[in-house]
């Protein structure tokens, strides 16, 4: 029993050792893929290890890799062997890489935001998905999956101390917010039309980043929100209700 307490601990200390290096990196853009994958993963684990000690029956079973498609970074969660897929900076296709340069101002400011969210917010944001998944498929449309995904990395990065670039995701998000034209048409919601159009927008990086900074800022600026232990188990209480 000794030993195996022993062992326990030794696994424990060397995932928080893994997670501590890996939060020195994270939000900035990455150029070795081994490095952004080593850290993804060591992220990924902190985040499943947080979920469990919430409640040890929800079992997140995710391979982090790395896949860099126009989609940048998604949860796929249709195979036996569920993923979260993340680009390199390298990769990208040239028009994607315009639109950062473009709303960031510079070639510079692009990389900084591809950093801060495509090699930062966004990895929790798909575990959210994974969690959401694990628990009970999908909500109630793909607009409120992304809002789930949203909340649940906010705050799980919040609960890691990550308010600096948190507060950096912001400012740049709405500096973006503000330069794409809004593509719902009078009368509709904003959740209507991408419920209506989701696969069509999730092609336009003008048209989803839309969609998804508007819903950062959203979150962001939400005083209601809990922190992230009182919302996963609220979520797990509702889900198991249904």
């Known amino acids: 029993m000794a ?3 022993f062992k326990i601990l030794t696994i424990t200390l060397m995932l928080l050792a893994n997670f501590c290096a890996a939060q020195q990196n994270w939000f900035n853009l990455y150029t070795d893929t081994a490095a952004e994958i080593r850290d993804a993963r060591a992220i990924t684990s902190k985040f499943i290890a947080d979920v469990e000690k919430i409640s040890p029956s929800t079992k997140i079973k995710v391979s982090t890799i790395l896949n860099t498609t126009p989609y940048l970074i998604y949860y796929d969660g249709s195979q036996e062997i569920k993923t979260v897929n993340l680009p390199i900076w390298a990769q990208v296709i040239e028009p994607q890489k315009q639109f950062f340069y473009k709303l960031g101002g510079s070639e510079d400011e692009g990389k900084r935001i591809f950093g801060l969210f495509f090699n930062g917010f966004y990895l929790s944001h798909e575990l959210g998905h994974a969690l959401q998944h694990k628990v009970q498929g999908k909500l109630l449309s793909p607009y409120q999956d992304e809002f789930f ?23 740049y998000a709405k500096k973006m917010y503000a330069q794409l034209p809004n593509p ?20 336009d990086p ?8 508007g819903q950062f800022i959203s979150v962001y600026e939400d005083q209601s929100l809990p922190r992230f232990n009182a919302f996963v188990k609220r979520f797990l209480k509702q889900r198991t209700k249904k």
């Not at 719902?184 to 092609?203: H, L, R």
């Not at 003008?206 to 900074?213: K, L």
């Open 3 to 5: 030993r195996m307490k």
């Open 149 to 171: 995904a949203n909340r649940i990395a906010m705050l799980w990065w919040r609960k890691q101390g990550r308010s600096k670039e948190l507060e950096q995701c912001y400012q």
């Open 184 to 203: 719902v048409p009078a009368g509709q919601s904003v959740e209507e039309y991408f419920v209506k159009n989701y696969e069509e927008a999730a092609k």
């Open 206 to 213: 003008f048209v989803y980043g839309y969609m998804q900074f």
